[in-house]
C-alpha cells in the first residue's frame, strides 16, 4: 500500500475552518452523479489549491471517499506546500509520472492518516502537459476514481493561462471558482464563467476568498452557492 505522510497540516482559523465546512454541506446537496468536481479560478494566486485541499480534507474526515487530484502540471507546489513524503522509503510519484507512464489508478494513489481521504500530487511540472492531458489515460483515470470514490476533487490550472482548465473541465461534472476579492475584475469572473460554459462544466458555486471583515480588520473565507440543473438532487 502507498501511504504519504503530509507533515504540514495547518490549523485554520475557525471562521475559515466553518466556510470550508458550509461548502463540504453545500456539496452534499449536489445529484449523485456530480463525483468530478474541479476546483478551478480565473487567474494565479486567488487560493484555489488552498480550496481544493480542505475541501477534500473535510469531506474525508466526514467519513466520505475522497480523492484529492492535482491536475496542475505545470506550477504545481501542493506537494512541497504540505511537505508531503512517501512512507517506507518510497518515491513519492505524483500525476505527470502515472500520466507518462500509463499507470493503473490503484497503483498511483496515495493513501493518508485519513482512511476516507486519498490522494494524488503532482511532483514533477511540465513545460507543455496537454497532450498529456488529452489523453486516453487521463479520461481513463478520471473514470476510474469516479468508480471508486463519492468525490474527486481535482485542482486545476487558472482559466486565464493556458487551455487545460477547459481541457479537464469538459471531463468535469462541475466547477468551483475561486475568487479572491479584490484581484480580479467582474469581466474577468464573467468571462471564466463563460470558458466553463463552453467546456459544458455546469458552475456549482462561487468561493469568494480573502475578504476583509472590517469589523476585525483580518480575512476570512465566504462562500456564494449558485445551483445548476445538474446539481440538483434528483
Given at each position: 500500500?502507498?501511504?504519504?505522510?503530509?507533515?504540514?497540516?495547518?490549523?485554520?482559523?475557525?471562521?475559515?475552518?466553518?466556510?470550508?465546512?458550509?461548502?463540504?454541506?453545500?456539496?452534499?446537496?449536489?445529484?449523485?452523479?456530480?463525483?468530478?468536481?474541479?476546483?478551478?479560478?480565473?487567474?494565479?494566486?486567488?487560493?484555489?489549491?488552498?480550496?481544493?485541499?480542505?475541501?477534500?480534507?473535510?469531506?474525508?474526515?466526514?467519513?466520505?471517499?475522497?480523492?484529492?487530484?492535482?491536475?496542475?502540471?505545470?506550477?504545481?507546489?501542493?506537494?512541497?506546500?504540505?511537505?508531503?513524503?512517501?512512507?517506507?522509503?518510497?518515491?513519492?510519484?505524483?500525476?505527470?509520472?502515472?500520466?507518462?507512464?500509463?499507470?493503473?489508478?490503484?497503483?498511483?494513489?496515495?493513501?493518508?492518516?485519513?482512511?476516507?481521504?486519498?490522494?494524488?500530487?503532482?511532483?514533477e511540472n511540465l513545460v507543455n502537459p496537454a497532450m498529456l492531458l488529452e489523453s486516453e489515460t487521463?479520461?481513463?483515470?478520471?473514470?476510474?476514481?469516479?468508480?471508486?470514490?463519492?468525490?474527486?476533487?481535482?485542482?486545476?490550472?487558472?482559466?486565464?493561462?493556458?487551455?487545460?482548465?477547459?481541457?479537464?473541465?469538459?471531463?468535469?461534472?462541475?466547477?468551483?471558482?475561486?475568487?479572491?476579492?479584490?484581484?480580479?475584475?467582474?469581466?474577468?469572473?464573467?468571462?471564466?464563467?463563460?470558458?466553463?460554459e463552453r467546456a459544458g462544466c455546469p458552475l456549482l458555486g462561487i468561493v469568494l476568498n480573502r475578504?476583509?471583515?472590517?469589523?476585525?480588520?483580518?480575512?476570512?473565507?465566504?462562500?456564494?452557492?449558485?445551483?445548476?440543473?445538474?446539481?440538483?438532487?434528483?
Amino acid at each position: 500500500m502507498n501511504k504519504v505522510q503530509i507533515n504540514n497540516m495547518p490549523t485554520l482559523t475557525y471562521s475559515t475552518e466553518e466556510a470550508i465546512n458550509r461548502l463540504r454541506v453545500n456539496l452534499n446537496f449536489q445529484a449523485k452523479d456530480v463525483k468530478k468536481i474541479m476546483v478551478i479560478s480565473s487567474t494565479e494566486n486567488e487560493g484555489k489549491s488552498f480550496v481544493a485541499f480542505h475541501t477534500w480534507k473535510q469531506m474525508a474526515e466526514s467519513g466520505v471517499h475522497t480523492l484529492l487530484l492535482d491536475t496542475d502540471l505545470r506550477k504545481s507546489v501542493m506537494a512541497e506546500k504540505y511537505q508531503m513524503e512517501a512512507e517506507n522509503g518510497k518515491k513519492l510519484i505524483g500525476t505527470s509520472h502515472v500520466l507518462s507512464k500509463d499507470m493503473p489508478l490503484k497503483d498511483a494513489v496515495w493513501h493518508t492518516i485519513m482512511p476516507q481521504g486519498d490522494i494524488l500530487p503532482n511532483v514533477e511540472n511540465l513545460v507543455n502537459p496537454a497532450m498529456l492531458l488529452e489523453s486516453e489515460t487521463f479520461h481513463r483515470l478520471l473514470d476510474e476514481a469516479s468508480e471508486e470514490y463519492r468525490y474527486i476533487f481535482i485542482d486545476a490550472p487558472p482559466l486565464d493561462l493556458v487551455s487545460d482548465g477547459e481541457k479537464i473541465g469538459s471531463l468535469c461534472d462541475g466547477a468551483i471558482l475561486v475568487v479572491a476579492s479584490g484581484k480580479v475584475s467582474r469581466g474577468m469572473v464573467q468571462n471564466s464563467i463563460h470558458q466553463l460554459e463552453r467546456a459544458g462544466c455546469p458552475l456549482l458555486g462561487i468561493v469568494l476568498n480573502r475578504v476583509e471583515d472590517q469589523r476585525k480588520k483580518n480575512y476570512y473565507q465566504k462562500y456564494g452557492y449558485y445551483a445548476s440543473e445538474k446539481g440538483k438532487k434528483k
